[in-house]
């Protein structure tokens, strides 16, 4: 069975790091891309981070570029996003999906299977 588990949430103050981790299950992580998606309360959920099942290449979306790295263990069967100089404006409840392929895509129904997330509140 299909299981995507995330950690490493929580409260941090703005200019604050995290790390997030998603631990991968019940399939060949290696063979598929992976994405990071956040949805802010109130809003819809949008894709953060997303990368190629060898890490060859990867995307963020504008507003964490230069702030957010995604990287993936493929003998860990784990994901990351690794976020620093947070802001409020990242609050939301980040969660881990699993592509299609191996190769990432931008839409989001590319991504059927999703982790439960893990809230991140950036806050003073």
């Known amino acids: 069975q299909l299981q995507l588990v995330e950690s490493g949430g929580g409260l941090v103050q703005p200019g604050g790091s995290l790390k997030l981790s998603c631990v991968a299950s019940?399939?060949?992580?290696?063979?598929?891309?992976m994405g990071w998606f956040r949805r802010p309360p109130g809003k819809a959920s949008e894709l953060v981070a997303a990368i190629n099942s060898n890490a060859d290449n990867s995307y963020y979306t504008d507003a964490v570029k230069g702030r957010f790295t995604i990287t993936r263990d493929n003998d860990l069967n784990t994901l990351y996003l690794e976020m620093n100089g947070l802001r409020p404006e990242d609050t939301a409840l980040y969660s881990c999906a699993s592509g299609q392929g191996p190769l990432f895509s931008l839409a989001p129904h590319s991504y059927p299977n999703w982790g439960q997330g893990t809230q991140v509140t950036v806050t003073s």
């Open positions: 019940g399939f060949n992580f290696d063979i598929y891309a």
